[in-house]
């Protein structure tokens, strides 16, 4: 007799609701291998500079592009993504993303030379900005709007799972296979999680998308590529003053003031700019860049410290910071029991606090700190990164139409890759400026000619002493010195990033959650003036009838 009455209220058809959380593990599959690859990349690192027959004899600067080509093709096309999905249906886009991802994946893990692996790398960045948005959307569009907060958190654990897994993946699998095997483990994944998709996953799309917005699209991906490339290549060679680095940053801006420009004067425009008016909205997609600002920024220099510094193997600090990644799948899932007993402004606030005492705390740890202290300082980073990031996601994606979910997770993922990239960037170029004004006084044991590029990081002046034989072990201890005042540097750079991320969210995102059970009212969450608004409702009362 129940049954019936609640039949009204509900927009999902029941044969999907009723698998709704098969779905979810399905989407989390999907989202697993995306994930995991940037984290299992990382502990492979080392191998694949290593001469053949036991690696690709990779130099510094392929290496860093081998893991930039993927940022540069995702960041990029992530908003076009999108909005792709959103006009041709998103289980499409996840099939497409996901062959392309898998079939880059193989090609990988063959790759014959540096240069090859960059070009396959960015084919599975290609894959890789169809499915991360399309995931998202996909849950908006198969959970009823109560229960979208408990699977989002569901879905960012999935994140903290696969950041734990990789490093672990990675270093078993270099263990007792060749280095390509850390890409190959991604084609099983990807074979599975299409024959699941085929069979599981219904499909979505904006019923009333509009033209598509050409010029919009270029303009995003010109703008999007060449600011992404500006930020990596300024920390890259640890100077945003310079004459490239300012001249593409500065173009890559000047074309997406112009997108924005155009958008606002279409008639069918990509994202419609009024959104932006709404305090929440945009607090939350300026919290989420500063979120992964400082902390890619701060743990991007954390396997320093504990491979170089600290002596640990790849295997060794995977399993070291198990306990961040513990941290999201424990706390993601439960952190809607918080908004609703405290609301969104106090526990996100809570969660920005937390995070930037944890990464102010990176500036306490020395060569000899107890291991114990590390494994504390990470889990807390993890509890904290949980009550940031799914409150601020359900904010995002309640904010826009469901038929726009497509758009507003691929607002929300460009804003984390952007913010993300500049963290690495920004605060690897302080990492390193402090190294070397720290250990150059100590570089006069090396002969002239490769003192600038030993005091480029402590691998470089380790490699270099480590040539120089038994006279080389003096410059050891200076080295870690150098590095370990360098990593307290930039981790009160991060920790001020997140603090100001604290404000932000403190100032603008609501106090109190939506009432539960209170109606999908998606339109009421768009800023007055939209101008697609009165379309989305249009559209949304046509499909419930």
């Not at 490093?167 to 074979?191: Q, R, Y």
């Amino acid at each position: 007799m129940t049954s019936p009455a609640a039949a009204p209220d509900r927009r999902i058809p029941e044969h999907v609701h009723r698998r709704r959380w098969v779905i979810l593990g399905v989407l989390i599959l999907s989202l697993l291998i995306v994930v995991l690859d940037n984290s299992i990349l990382n502990v492979a690192i080392k191998t694949i500079s290593t001469p053949a027959p036991t690696g690709l004899g990779a130099t510094q600067s392929e290496l860093e592009w081998a893991i930039n080509a993927y940022t540069l093709v995702f960041a990029g096309l992530l908003f076009t993504a999108g909005l792709l999905g959103d006009r041709l249906g998103r289980k499409k886009m996840l099939l497409g993303g996901l062959a392309v991802f898998g079939l880059g994946s193989a090609l990988a893990a063959f790759s014959g030379s540096p240069a090859e692996l960059i070009g396959f790398r960015a084919v599975m960045g290609l894959g890789a900005a169809f499915v991360m948005p399309a995931t998202l959307a996909v849950l908006m569009n198969v959970f009823e709007r109560d229960e979208q907060p408990k699977a989002i958190g569901i879905w960012a654990g999935g994140v903290g799972l696969a950041i734990a897994i990789g490093p672990v993946t990675g270093g078993l699998l270099l263990a007792h296979f060749w280095w390509g095997s850390v890409f190959l483990v991604n084609v099983p994944i990807v074979l599975t999680a299409l024959a699941l998709m085929l069979w599981l996953v219904p499909d979505s799309r904006d019923p009333d998308p509009g033209r598509i917005d050409p010029l919009g699209v270029v303009l995003s991906v010109t703008g999007l590529v060449l600011l992404v490339y500006g930020i990596i290549k300024g920390g890259q060679l640890a100077d945003f003053t310079d004459p490239t680095v300012l001249t593409t940053v500065g173009a890559g801006l000047a074309v997406l003031a112009a997108f924005v420009v155009v958008e606002k004067r279409s008639t069918h425009p990509s994202i419609d700019m009024a959104y932006f008016k709404n305090k929440v909205f945009s607090a939350s997609i300026v919290a989420i860049a500063l979120v992964f600002f400082a902390l890619l920024g701060v743990t991007f220099f954390a396997v320093f410290y504990t491979q170089s510094v600290r002596g640990y193997s790849p295997l060794e600090t995977g399993l070291l910071m198990l306990p961040l990644a513990a941290a999201q799948m424990i706390f993601a899932p439960r952190a809607r029991l918080l908004v609703d007993r405290f609301g969104n402004r106090a526990t996100t606030t809570g969660g920005m606090l937390l995070l930037a005492a944890m990464l102010g705390a990176f500036a306490v740890l020395e060569s000899d700190t107890p291991i114990w202290i590390l494994e504390v300082i990470f889990f807390l980073m993890g509890a904290a990164m949980a009550n940031v990031m799914t409150p601020v996601s359900v904010v995002i994606m309640q904010t826009l139409p469901r038929e726009k979910a497509g758009s507003a997770s691929a607002l929300s993922n460009t804003f984390r890759q952007v913010g993300g990239a500049l963290g690495i960037a920004v605060l690897g170029s302080v990492l390193s400026a402090a190294y070397r004004t720290h250990i150059e006084d100590k570089l006069v044991l090396l002969p002239p000619g490769v003192r600038h590029a030993a005091g480029e990081s402590i691998e470089a002046t380790l490699g270099a002493a480590a040539r120089l034989g038994p006279r080389g072990d003096a410059l050891t201890g200076p080295a870690n010195d150098a590095f370990l005042h360098a990593m307290h540097v930039t981790a009160l750079c991060g920790a001020g990033v997140a603090a100001l991320g604290a404000i932000v969210v403190a100032l603008f995102l609501p106090g109190r959650s939506p009432e539960p059970g209170g109606g999908e009212k998606d339109e009421e969450l768009v800023p007055a003036g939209a101008k697609n608004t009165t379309d989305a409702t249009d559209a949304t009362k046509k499909r419930d009838r």
